[in-house]
């Protein structure tokens, strides 16, 4: 190939990259008028599973509105938990010579290769939600502290049961460290009470639909479970319709992220409890301290960063909004 060839086949790769990065998904690019200091693109890329679940919704708005708040153009994509997906958008990223990466990853170690790559390339990334298995690599790992949270949810729903009864748990991604963690958490609070018999745990893979194929087969084997516990809302929802479809009530039910439609069957009385991990907030300390990094080259935090979630029961929901207090 002839060096002038050469050239313009690298420009169309990297054009190519860059559209992944702004078509991907609710994307918006608003020019700013002054770059913050130390900024080289003023571009901050915002990467998270799909929108379509209100969590993932959240902490994307909140880690937008922030960057542009302070100064720096937006990329928001979504890697719809897709691994590959989710390297093509980084490498994206990492062609258009962005600021900072926002990420809320798509697997433990799927992860830590693109992450590592970015970091190479000169880019921090600032992980929210989600660890990766390798520390060392991300400037921040920001999430909820889902074993406290776990445990919050797993004692109100042991003290709903009277501390006896048949439960069925329902899990999330074994990809996603979170679901471990929410599952031992709600394990080491259940477990000290032997009048509680889990008969059933299956994956639903954190989807709404799953979870009510997986509860319908569940009801058909154990029609008098007297609880269900799941690793999170959108499973939890799917729960109770199942339970609504086979006609039961009086069922415990109880999940984990304080989502606008958990709280409300809270408070409708379909669901007993969730614990609130504050979506928006872990988005904004990942811009504000993706900020810091770009102007001062440090963050002044650890890279494990930890965030106390909160028990959302029908006495207090009418406190919550959009997965943060009113």
């Not at 039910?253 to 958990?262: E, H, I, L, Q």
Request: charged share 25%; net charge negative.
């Amino acid at each position: 190939m002839l060096p002038r060839a050469r050239t313009l086949a690298a420009r169309s790769t990297a054009l190519l990259a860059a559209g992944l990065l702004l078509a991907a998904c609710g994307s918006s690019d608003d020019s700013s008028d002054s770059a913050p200091a130390g900024s080289k693109s003023n571009l901050i890329a915002i990467i998270t599973p799909s929108p379509d679940n209100p969590f993932f919704k959240a902490e994307a708005d909140s880690a937008d509105r922030k960057a542009k708040s302070l100064g720096y153009k937006t990329s928001v994509a979504s890697h719809d938990d897709d691994p590959n997906k989710q390297s093509e958008l980084i490498d994206a990223a990492i062609s258009r010579k962005a600021d900072a990466i926002i990420l809320d990853n798509a697997g433990a170690d799927a992860s830590i290769g693109p992450v590592r790559k970015a970091t190479e390339s000169g880019i921090p990334v600032f992980l929210i939600d989600r660890e990766i298995n390798e520390t060392g690599i991300a400037k921040a790992q920001i999430v909820s502290n889902n074993s406290q949270g776990a445990q919050l949810v797993a004692q109100e729903f042991v003290e709903a049961m009277d501390g006896k009864g048949t439960y069925v748990e329902l899990t999330g991604k074994e990809s996603d460290t979170n679901a471990g963690v929410r599952s031992k958490g709600y394990a080491d609070v259940i477990s000290q009470y032997p009048d509680m018999k889990k008969v059933a745990e299956q994956t639903a893979n954190w989807d709404q639909q799953e979870a009510f194929s997986k509860m319908e087969t569940i009801l058909q084997r154990h029609p008098k479970v007297d609880g269900v516990i799941a690793g999170n809302d959108t499973m939890a929802l799917g729960a109770v319709a199942a339970l609504k479809s086979a006609k039961r009530t009086g069922v415990v039910v109880a999940g984990f992220d304080g989502s606008p439609d958990a709280v409300a069957q809270i408070k409708a009385g379909t669901m007993r409890a969730t614990a609130l991990q504050p979506a928006a907030l872990g988005a904004e300390r990942a811009v504000e301290q993706a900020d810091k990094f770009i102007r001062t080259g440090k963050t002044g935090q650890p890279e494990k960063q930890a965030i106390d979630c909160e028990l959302v029961t029908k006495e207090n929901a009418a406190e919550f909004g959009v997965f943060a207090r009113r």
